[in-house]
């Protein structure tokens, strides 16, 4: 790939459920990237009552999710609930001015190779969940 030509794409590409898609686009002959930007082409988000929890794998296998909650009231007092493999969790958290949570996870349990995390963030009149396969279920294309 000729990095010095105009406007050449560079293209990381991941076909897995939740992962990102990064591009690169250079529009200068030293090769610099002028334009970057992510999409997921297949989010793992659901949506009740409008609030919305979407999860994305931060590594390899979903070893680590980042989880992002959306459409609380500001500042609305919430309960986090996941569930990996019949290990739940349950923690109080608090929505920030924007009525938005956002926190890391780690799904793995100890002894168990492969699993699916089911995450809860419930407010006063929703509560949306979303699922995610981590360890190596979780690399299937789709």
Known sequence: ??????????????HLKGANLTIYLSFSKDGQAKVFFSITPFPIFT????CTVEL??????????YVK??????????????DSEFEPRHQDVQADAQGV???????AVKGIASGTVRVTVRGKSCAPTATIDWGPASMHNQ
């Open 1 to 14: 790939m000729n990095l010095t030509s105009p406007m050449t794409p560079l293209i990381s590409s991941c």
């Open 47 to 50: 949506t009740d009552h409008g």
């Open 56 to 65: 994305t794998p931060l590594m390899a296998q979903a070893a680590l999710v």
């Open 69 to 82: 909650a959306t459409g609380f009231s500001p500042n609305e007092k919430l309960k986090f609930e996941s």
């Open 101 to 107: 949570y956002d926190s890391a996870l780690l799904p």
